[in-house]
């Protein structure tokens, strides 16, 4: 197959360009610059040039306790652009694959949100990801709608990187416990992404890292895996005080028969870790 990435800087759309291209498919990999998913002129000739099978949107506005203070900038990508990246592709006759996000759970349930759950954001990050969904599924039939959470990988800032340079500098680290999610390998994640493309089970579903964990619990495993001698200190979101409020409780399943299942989140870790000390090692 032909796949256009959009996005294709950002932490995820790299992994999904290295996943199509060790499962042999053809790859146009259009970083920001090369094609701002915002202008529809842009997108229409760029797909009509290229004529792709599928189209994997990377491309999102990603800064959730930004998008409270900037909305118009998080709607314009995360709400708008995404119907017209589906509609773009159904017109060059592709396919297109598009991420949203747990944060469009209000996090009221205990037990892992699955594709039939009703959306109830807290945040305008989770609003502007809600906003994106409705158009894309309607403008193109040939849609696959993937939620994803707490994703880590070698290719952006997140968590895992930054708690294991909080863990280089300080002997304890104080860590929000009243959340739970899914962390999810960018690795996994994006391998999952490119077998999904290649079928035909459209419509929504959830793809994450197996199991949930908080993010003390996370940080915690990060140390041991990393074997990183600094305390995780439990701390109540409150304490944190951020911006946008965050689901208590955002881990992602599938009741789809057909869902790719990712391993448990920390055997991800875990390969990420690996990774991260053969890199190391190469780049030393
Ligand atoms: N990270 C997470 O924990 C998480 C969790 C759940 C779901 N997701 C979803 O997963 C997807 C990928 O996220 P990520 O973590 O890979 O984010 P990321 O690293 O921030 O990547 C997003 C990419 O989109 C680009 N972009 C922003 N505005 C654009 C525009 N108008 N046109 C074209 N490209 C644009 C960004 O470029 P610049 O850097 O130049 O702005 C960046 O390269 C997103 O849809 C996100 O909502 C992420």
């Not at 894309?136 to 709608?145: L, V």
Request: some cysteine; hydrophobic content about 40%.
């Amino acid at each position: 197959m032909k796949l256009l990435v959009t996005g294709a800087g950002g932490m995820l759309g790299q992994e999904v360009v290295g996943a199509a291209r060790r499962n042999g498919h053809g790859v146009v990999a259009l970083v920001r610059a090369e094609l701002d998913v915002t202008r529809t002129d842009a997108l229409r000739r760029r797909f009509d040039t290229e004529r792709p099978d599928a189209v994997v949107n990377c491309a999102a506005y990603t800064n959730v306790d930004g998008a409270e203070e900037e909305r118009t900038a998080a709607f314009e990508v995360n709400g708008w652009a995404p119907g017209a990246v589906a509609a773009a592709a159904a017109e060059v006759g592709a396919s297109v694959l598009h991420i949203s996000s747990d944060y469009v759970f209000d996090g009221g349930k205990r037990e892992p949100y699955v594709e039939s759950d009703v959306p109830a954001p807290l945040s305008a990050y989770g609003e502007s990801k809600l906003a994106g969904e409705a158009p894309t599924i309607e403008a193109n039939p040939r849609h696959f709608m993937v939620r994803s959470a707490w994703l880590f990988g070698p290719g952006g800032p997140n968590f895992v990187e930054t708690i294991l340079r909080l863990g280089g500098e300080r002997d304890e680290v104080r860590v929000v416990d009243d959340q739970t999610g899914s962390p999810t390998f960018c690795v996994d994640l994006a391998e999952a992404l490119v077998a999904l493309i290649a079928t035909e089970d459209y419509g929504i579903h959830h793809v994450a890292g197996g199991g949930a964990g908080s993010w003390a619990q996370l940080a915690a495993e990060t140390f041991r895996g990393a074997e990183v001698d600094c305390r995780v200190t439990p701390i109540t979101t409150a304490e944190m005080n951020r911006p946008a409020p965050r689901p208590a409780y955002s881990a992602l399943d599938s009741e789809r028969p057909d869902t790719p299942h990712l391993r448990p989140w920390p055997q991800g870790l875990a390969a990420y870790l690996a990774s991260r000390t053969e890199r190391q090692g190469v780049a030393g």
